[in-house]
Nanobody, 116 residues
């Protein structure tokens, strides 16, 4: 069973940056694509970004393209999301998710709040 531990969230001002991490266990991490998904207060789940197993192919939602960068370290079983130029509408709980899985993904998520 996959286990996911997200971290790196917090309170940041508009225009600021955060780097999220997700440590993965219970699976052979290097064999799977991974995603970041977020849930804003009172809203549904929104896919944010995805990366293939080798880290070569990356995709982003239109709402974060050009501001967020997904990456992974297959030696450390860790997924990352570098978030720059943050906006209030980026406020959400951020989850990492193994490809092909549905909520709940196995982690507790990390809260990101963008506010002045």
């Amino acid at each position: 069973e996959v286990q996911l531990v997200e971290s790196g969230g917090g309170l940041v001002q508009p225009g600021g940056s955060l780097r999220l991490s997700c440590v993965v266990s219970g699976i052979t991490f290097k064999n799977y694509g991974m995603n970041w998904v977020r849930q804003a207060p009172g809203k549904g789940l929104e896919w944010v970004s995805g990366i293939d197993s080798g880290g070569y192919s990356r995709s982003y939602s239109d709402s974060v393209k050009g501001r967020f960068t997904i990456s992974r370290d297959n030696y450390k079983n860790t997924l990352f999301l570098q978030m720059n130029s943050l906006k209030p509408e980026d406020t959400a709980v951020y989850y990492c998710a193994k490809e092909g899985t549905y909520f709940p993904y196995g982690g507790q998520g990390t809260q990101v709040t963008v506010s002045s």
